[in-house]
């Protein structure tokens, strides 16, 4: 594979293709390692964050996307992503592609889920044409607004989850000294040069932590995890249960005409 300055990229055995160039890295592995994808999948697969992956098929399915080419940014490992495919007619023949900074998280998808294209690649530089995709999921992912309306059709949809005003309180209870609310408007603030937003749905669901295990797999996927000190993580760690406040944003945005 090819790209228009002749730079060389090969597929994987295991089916991906890493379009990051050493000189687009920012560290010798950037994104998620291999222990954090590990503790995402193990999660995500406990049903915890459902109702998220629920509500973003619902409105594609209520959008009725003429979808032919779908891209996940920052996919991580995958999961929402598949979710949204196996949910699609197969009569729509559609082109799923997976992108994410991770080469761990990439790999992990890749192994997982054979019938998506993925990407190592950043989301600021996205490998697709103008005006060729149908949709974009960023789900708990940076946004970059501009290549993001670039890459979408007039027709198309970007579809963005971010966390709402009480989104895992009580988990950052145990980090921080004092807990600021998220703030739910700077997103929309942000898209506004490049995005009309046409639906918002807030999710919110109670979810109750059974063990150590499972509280430390949801530490070491959300922002968090590189900010707590030593003592406070021992304290979690030593977390029998624990109940959180699932409250996020699932928002559908255009491009601005």
């Given at each position: 594979?090819?790209?228009?300055?002749?730079?060389?990229?090969?597929?994987?055995?295991?089916?991906?293709?890493?379009?990051?160039?050493?000189?687009?890295?920012?560290?010798?592995?950037?994104?998620?390692?291999?222990?954090?994808?590990?503790?995402?999948?193990?999660?995500?697969?406990?049903?915890?964050?459902?109702?998220?992956?629920?509500?973003?098929?619902?409105?594609?399915?209520?959008?009725?996307?003429?979808?032919?080419?779908?891209?996940?940014?920052?996919?991580?490992?995958g999961?929402?992503?598949?979710?949204?495919?196996?949910?699609?007619?197969?009569?729509?023949?559609?082109?799923?592609?997976?992108?994410?900074?991770?080469?761990?998280?990439?790999v992990?998808?890749?192994r997982?889920?054979?019938?998506?294209?993925?990407?190592?690649?950043?989301?600021?530089?996205?490998?697709?044409?103008?005006?060729?995709?149908?949709?974009?999921?960023?789900?708990?992912?940076?946004?970059?607004?501009?290549?993001?309306?670039?890459?979408l059709?007039?027709?198309?949809?970007?579809?963005?989850?971010?966390?709402?005003?009480?989104?895992?309180?009580?988990?950052?209870?145990?980090?921080?000294?004092?807990?600021?609310?998220?703030?739910r408007?700077?997103?929309?603030?942000?898209?506004?040069?490049y995005?009309?937003?046409?639906?918002?749905?807030?999710?919110?669901?109670?979810?109750?932590?059974?063990?150590?295990?499972?509280?430390?797999?949801?530490?070491?996927?959300?922002?968090f995890?590189?900010?707590?000190?030593?003592?406070?993580?021992?304290?979690?760690?030593?977390?029998?249960?624990?109940?959180?406040?699932?409250?996020?944003?699932?928002?559908?945005?255009?491009?601005?005409?």
């Amino acid at each position: 594979m090819r790209c228009e300055n002749n730079h060389s990229f090969d597929v994987a055995r295991s089916g991906y293709v890493n379009l990051l160039l050493s000189s687009a890295r920012r560290s010798k592995q950037p994104g998620d390692n291999s222990a954090m994808i590990t503790s995402r999948r193990r999660f995500l697969e406990g049903g915890y964050y459902q109702p998220i992956s629920d509500e973003i098929n619902r409105q594609f399915s209520a959008a009725a996307i003429e979808s032919s080419c779908i891209m996940d940014a920052g996919c991580g490992e995958g999961y929402y992503l598949a979710r949204l495919s196996d949910q699609l007619p197969v009569s729509q023949n559609t082109r799923c592609y997976g992108m994410d900074i991770s080469k761990p998280a990439v790999v992990a998808a890749a192994r997982r889920y054979r019938q998506i294209n993925w990407l190592v690649g950043s989301c600021a530089r996205p490998p697709f044409l103008n005006d060729s995709l149908d949709a974009i999921l960023c789900i708990f992912s940076r946004a970059c607004f501009e290549p993001f309306a670039q890459a979408l059709k007039p027709s198309g949809r970007l579809i963005m989850v971010t966390p709402a005003s009480s989104h895992l309180k009580e988990l950052r209870g145990l980090i921080y000294e004092n807990v600021i609310d998220h703030r739910r408007d700077k997103f929309i603030d942000a898209a506004a040069e490049y995005f009309d937003l046409i639906e918002e749905k807030r999710v919110t669901h109670t979810i109750t932590l059974p063990d150590s295990r499972a509280i430390l797999d949801l530490l070491a996927m959300t922002p968090f995890f590189w900010r707590i000190t030593l003592e406070r993580k021992s304290h979690v760690a030593s977390l029998d249960a624990l109940t959180v406040q699932l409250d996020v944003d699932v928002r559908a945005f255009v491009p601005c005409n």
